[in-house]
């Protein structure tokens, strides 16, 4: 995830500032040279979910502005990354399954997109390959690419990772990272505690901040004072703009961006949702859509069936999700990077989730966190409800949201916490001595220096700086 924010800002100064650490040295030349004799920086990057999608366009678009060289990207993405031109080897959704019997059925085509990729990043002979999220998929084929170098003889690029896998959460978690070694050369972490455990167990990392803090950096009206990062959007602009009744209660309900999880959580949603609705003279149902084609098509076929009046948010746009929060009450959610979201914009929310019966089972056995948002694994602190797996029925989910909705001291108590939670997000926080350093290269004149600018100087700097190994 290389953004252009303080997420994409801290990323970029240790992508540049790092990793001279290869496995052979038969012939060393620098990616700059490599770059200069073929007339170009070559990217692979990959990119399986829509968060993942979302913040790789960010980095491809930062990363022109400030290359020296004309950047060349393939790999695979999504609408964000192609609206930055970039051509998917193959629909980024084939790829986009999280879980363990979840991926069962598709582990054909699985199996078959993963030495696609493979055989095309060693056609496309790339300086740098960058794989964002998704680990299940991205390690395979960093592990399937790396394996594939010295017998063709080719120059090993450096590989980056962004978003460690969450490591802390299960039991035997950390041994696993030293398996990583081998094939990925720096992670960039999310969460202020996993750099360090990281390096423990030999891998270069560096915490560069949640990714989700760059929304702020995407709207004209944030407020990032004090090191108080908070978005407040255009409530009375959104209810004109989608003839919402100014009387109306408003629910944001945000019910994920897998097809899997969307078919799963959103009927859950709606039965619960026709429980409550008694309970307000007017509910309106804001439904924020990712941008993946088969969750749209699947919600746009299923809402008309619903029990209350829906508007449909398409993904994309910054500023219009963020109108839609400020016009919210409160927000219900499937786990993920939306409760981050959440914090940003101080809405008060419920989390939710269920899986296939055996992934759930699992993560019983295996988990050893309370919490699956993001906020109370933080905190260490139950702030936002959670209602997961077996608890997560429209019979014990509705007093939840009833509870949340009427009691104007818990949602107070979330907005309060959202302060302390950002803060400690934030990688101006952990800036390390030789993440700060800009190694031979400086940005041009017309370029302001943003976050996220910095980020990815810092990306570029480090790639620049380091040696490719030949085998």
């Not at 980024?92 to 493979?118: A, C, Y």
């Amino acid at each position: 995830m290389f953004l252009k924010t303080a997420t994409n800002a801290k990323i970029g100064l240790k992508f540049l500032c790092v990793g001279k650490r290869f496995l052979s040295v038969l012939g060393r030349e620098s990616v700059r040279d490599l770059a200069s004799k073929d007339g170009e920086l070559r990217v692979f990057i990959v990119a399986g979910e829509v968060s993942g999608d979302i913040i790789a366009s960010r980095f491809m678009n930062s990363l022109r502005k400030l290359s020296p060289f004309p950047v060349r990207f393939t790999g695979v993405g999504g609408l964000m990354m192609s609206r930055q031109g970039l051509n998917t080897l193959f629909p980024m959704e084939d790829i986009s399954v999280m879980g363990i019997w979840e991926l069962l059925p598709h582990l054909t085509k699985f199996r078959l997109r993963l030495n696609q990729t493979v055989e095309s990043a060693l056609t496309f002979q790339p300086h740098v390959v960058l794989t964002v999220d998704s680990k299940g998929f991205s390690f395979r084929f960093l592990k399937h690419l790396r394996a594939r170098y010295g017998p063709q003889g080719l120059a090993t690029p450096q590989h980056f990772h962004y978003v460690a896998p969450s490591f802390w959460a299960w039991r035997g978690g950390e041994s696993r990272l030293k398996g990583l070694v081998g094939f990925v050369d720096h992670f960039f972490c999310i969460l202020p505690f996993e750099a360090q455990i990281c390096r423990s167990y030999g891998l270069h990392a560096t915490f560069v901040g949640h990714p989700a803090l760059e929304d702020v950096f995407d709207l004209k009206n944030n407020k990032c004072v004090d090191r108080e990062w908070k978005v407040q959007g255009d409530g009375e602009e959104f209810r004109k703009k989608y003839g919402v009744p100014s009387g109306s209660k408003i629910i944001s309900v945000l019910p994920g961006s897998r097809l899997q999880e969307v078919t799963r959580m959103l009927p859950i949603y709606a039965r619960t949702l026709e429980l409550i609705k008694d309970s307000f003279s007017e509910l309106t149902v804001v439904i924020h859509v990712a941008p993946n084609k088969h969750v749209q098509d699947y919600i746009s076929d299923t809402v008309h069936k619903w029990p209350v009046p829906v508007v449909l948010v398409p993904g994309g746009s910054t500023c219009t999700k963020y109108n839609a929060y400020s016009a919210s009450q409160i927000a219900l959610c499937t786990s993920g990077t939306v409760a981050v979201e959440m914090q940003l914009a101080r809405l008060p929310c419920v989390v939710a989730y269920r899986a296939h019966i055996l992934t759930e089972w699992f993560i019983r056995y295996k988990a050893k966190i309370p919490y699956i948002s993001l906020p109370n694994i933080v905190l260490d602190s139950p702030i936002i409800p959670e209602t997961l797996f077996e608890a997560c029925t429209p019979p014990q989910l509705a007093p939840v949201l009833l509870e949340l909705m009427h009691d104007e001291s818990l949602r107070q108590q979330q907005i309060t916490a959202a302060n302390k939670f950002l803060s400690l997000l934030d990688p101006r926080q952990k800036v390390d001595a030789d993440s700060i350093r800009n190694p031979s290269f400086e940005l041009g004149p017309n370029i302001h220096v943003s976050p996220r600018m910095e980020n990815a100087r810092a990306i570029l700097s480090t790639v620049l700086e380091n040696h490719l190994s030949i085998y």
